[in-house]
T-cell receptor, first 114, second 114 residues
Framework: AQSVTQLGSHVSVSEGALVLLRCNYSSSVPPYLFWYVQYPNQGLQLLLK??????LVKGINGFEAEFKKSETSFHLTKPSAHMSDAAEYFCAVSLGGGADGLTFGKGTHLIIQP | NAGVTQTPKFQVLKTGQSMTLQCAQD?????MSWYRQDPGMGLRLIHYSVGAGITDQGEVPNGYNVSRSTTEDFPLRLLSAAPSQTSVYFC?????????????FGNGTRLTVT
């Protein structure tokens, strides 16, 4: 079975500052890893994903994440936060390619201070 | 292209009542799934389907039934609603043809059981 831990239910950064959202996973086999973003009263949309190959993955809206197998981590970063980045972010893991069920972390609410 | 459509957007039920949450997708996706989202819990998988006529249980299936008679539709049934089923429900679909196929989410149904 796989699991996901997101450190920090709330993260607050100033506009223009670095965004770092932490995600650690446990999995008995090499996982597929995802980050999703949820804006208020909306469903989730994919930010980026890691399947195989390059461990640094670039996504939409300037976000990127690095898969570190030795640390079982998949942290999400963005060099400079914008007010529009305020949202809930979810890390997720799948063993089956992502199609037949993801295991989600509990989410991190990103707050952007002006 | 509508994507994943969920109806209704809001619903209030009394304990013991039954209802069906509707989910339809127009992307010809084989894989569909239902999640519930609760504060501080992230998203938890209720049921999923890998194709018409095939369904399976997820992490929290008790109290919910599903069926998949067509590729497009994947309704979720609550036979006897309980206050513990108060939640936001998301339907999601994926093509599943390539590894790491992302999930496409509907905008959710907010259910309150009194």
């Amino acid at each position: 079975a796989q699991s996901v831990t997101q450190l920090g239910s709330h993260v607050s950064v100033s506009e223009g500052a670095l965004v770092l959202l932490r995600c650690n996973y446990s999995s008995s086999v090499p996982p597929y890893l995802f980050w999703y973003v949820q804006y208020p009263n909306q469903g989730l949309q994919l930010l980026l994903k890691y399947t195989t190959g390059a461990t640094l993955v670039k996504g939409i809206n300037g976000f990127e994440a690095e898969f570190k197998k030795s640390e079982t981590s998949f942290h999400l970063t963005k060099p400079s936060a914008h007010m529009s980045d305020a949202a809930e972010y979810f890390c997720a893991v799948s063993l089956g390619g992502g199609a037949d069920g993801l295991t989600f972390g509990k989410g991190t609410h990103l707050i952007i201070q002006p | 292209n509508a994507g994943v459509t969920q109806t209704p957007k809001f619903q209030v039920l009394k304990t013991g009542q039954s209802m069906t949450l509707q989910c339809a997708q127009d992307m010809n996706h084989e894989y569909m799934s239902w999640y519930r989202q609760d504060p501080g819990m992230g998203l938890r998988l209720i049921h999923y389907s890998v194709g018409a006529g095939i369904t399976d249980q997820g992490e929290v299936p008790n109290g919910y039934n599903v069926s998949r008679s067509t590729t497009e539709d994947f309704p979720l049934r609550l036979l006897s609603a309980a206050p513990s089923q108060t939640s936001v429900y998301f339907c999601a679909s994926s093509s599943g043809h390539t590894m790491g196929s992302p999930l496409h989410f509907g905008n959710g149904t907010r259910l309150t059981v009194t």
